[in-house]
């Protein structure tokens, strides 16, 4: 007399590691997974779990999300600003999963929060250096020696200038009223 469970282990089928490989890899090629489960008898979750542990990188990677990250942004924007409703999003979007659409939007809160933490102590940051006031006598210095070194290089190029023009016979300043081209 047979038992439930031997009936069990009798429909469990074993599949050879080079049939999968095969089977894997006309996926991977286009080939429908509705037609291989017609063909051969394979449940969908099985294909499921070969795709998952042999695909190939390249397949993985193409898998991994088919909106990109600006797309993602512009469909939480859209919640956010009411224009669109998570169901409505997942439908046009054809995002298989609610849960993942509110992961999106956790992620986009908590990266606005840290933004809003970094500006702010940007601005700190800027308050506290308008508040110290630099000596004004420094300060004017400070101005003074820069506009020196501006007029040394101011004179070391009209001296380089006067050099080429008198070497090349050539006029390299402009005449006053000319036309600019």
Not at 65 to 77: F, T
Not at 138 to 153: N, P, S, T
Request: net charge positive; aromatic share 4%.
């Amino acid at each position: 007399m047979s038992t439930n469970m031997d009936k069990k282990r009798r429909s469990h089928r074993c599949y050879d590691k080079n049939f999968i490989l095969e089977i894997v890899e006309s996926i991977e090629n286009g080939t429908l997974r509705s037609t291989i489960t017609k063909e051969h008898g394979i449940a969908r979750s099985v294909l499921a779990c070969w795709m998952r542990d042999y695909g190939s990188p390249a397949y993985h990677s193409s898998k991994q999300g088919h909106l990109s990250q600006q797309e993602k942004r512009s469909i939480v924007r859209a919640i956010q600003e009411g224009r669109m409703t998570i169901f409505e999003a997942r439908a046009a979007y054809r995002v298989n999963s609610t849960v993942t659409i509110t992961k999106w939007l956790k992620e986009s809160k908590r990266e606005n929060a840290e933004l809003v933490t970094s500006n702010l102590s940007l601005m700190d940051n800027k308050e506290q250096k308008k508040q110290q006031d630099p000596d004004p006598k420094k300060a004017l210095a400070e101005a003074l020696k820069k506009l020196e070194e501006a007029e040394l290089k101011v004179k070391a190029l009209n001296t380089l200038i006067d050099v080429a023009e008198e070497q090349f016979k050539i006029s390299i300043r402009k005449k006053a009223g000319a036309k600019q081209s």
